[in-house]
């Protein structure tokens, strides 16, 4: 209604332009600090890129209030910096705690806990079970699938990362899951397949056709994807017989 004594030199309707104005101002300023900490520092956990985000805000903003509020209103007696300090801390904290809450990261029900692993509970079999494969034929288990459930299906064709999600595809479908993308890649390691890109991994099995796009080289996969091979990765892929 009228901070630090401005209800005293202004009007009503100036102090709702000012104050929006201010308002207006942090919710930019806001929003763009948590999309450029969540870009630049993507493989953090969720909360410390929160609280980063949270104090770079109230830094800026606090040094914005002060420039602001003293060229408009320096000849008031304004209260103390560190009173305002406190003030802006306090409300962006609460702002930046109910952006973590209803983020789809912290609601996402279906995705991992990094470094917990879920127990992977197999369903009845709804005919009788074949007999088993000899130990020499039996493929390795997949212990990235084995934890997301036996709806995720069981040949794994690629993964996918997208901010702090995980898109995984396999025979059935898509799956989206909030975990590390080198933790995922890290299960995967005695798999036959490989990281070929820094946000993509892929199943050498689904592996359909290397497709040139001038320099560029990619993988068709079994689900018609195309996925881009990083120039890093090519003398591995050459070694292996893959391009």
């Known amino acids: 209604m009228g901070p630090f004594n401005t209800y005293v030199v202004q009007s009503f309707e100036g102090r709702l332009l000012f104050w929006s104005g201010v308002i207006l101002l942090g919710t930019v ?20 890129m929160t609280v980063v985000a949270w104090g770079i805000f109230t830094v800026v903003q ?3 209030v002060l420039v602001i509020v003293n060229k408009v209103y320096g000849h008031l007696e304004l209260p103390p910096n560190s ?9 962006g904290g609460t702002i930046f705690t109910t952006v973590y809450l209803v983020s789809p990261e912290t609601l996402l029900q279906d995705g991992l806990e990094t470094g917990k692993p879920a127990k992977n509970t197999p ?35 690629r993964l996918a990362m997208r901010d702090h999600y995980i898109e995984v595809y396999t025979e059935v479908g898509q799956k989206l899951v909030h975990m590390r993308f080198s933790d995922a890649v890290s299960l995967l390691a005695d ?18 056709e290397v497709v040139k796009d001038g320099d ?3 993988f068709r996969m ?22």
């Not at 009173?83 to 409300?91: H, M, R, T």
């Not at 000899?134 to 084995?146: Q, R």
């Open 83 to 91: 009173l305002i300090f406190l003030i802006i801390a306090g409300v």
């Open 216 to 218: 560029k080289l990619n």
């Open 191 to 208: 798999q036959n397949g490989a990281q070929v890109h820094r946000s993509h991994w892929v199943n050498f099995d689904d592996i359909q």
């Open 62 to 64: 606090w040094l914005l």
């Open 123 to 157: 369903p009845a079999p709804s005919q009788p079970a074949p007999e088993p494969p000899s130990a020499a034929t039996t493929p390795a288990a997949n212990p990235f699938l084995a934890q997301l459930g036996p709806d995720t299906g069981e040949r794994l064709i």
């Open 29 to 48: 300023l806001g929003t763009v600090i948590q999309v450029l900490i969540r870009k630049a520092f993507s493989q953090w956990h969720l909360i410390t």
């Open 222 to 243: 079994s689900d018609g994807a195309l996925v881009p091979i990083a120039r890093s990765r090519k003398p591995d892929l050459k070694k292996r017989g893959l391009i």
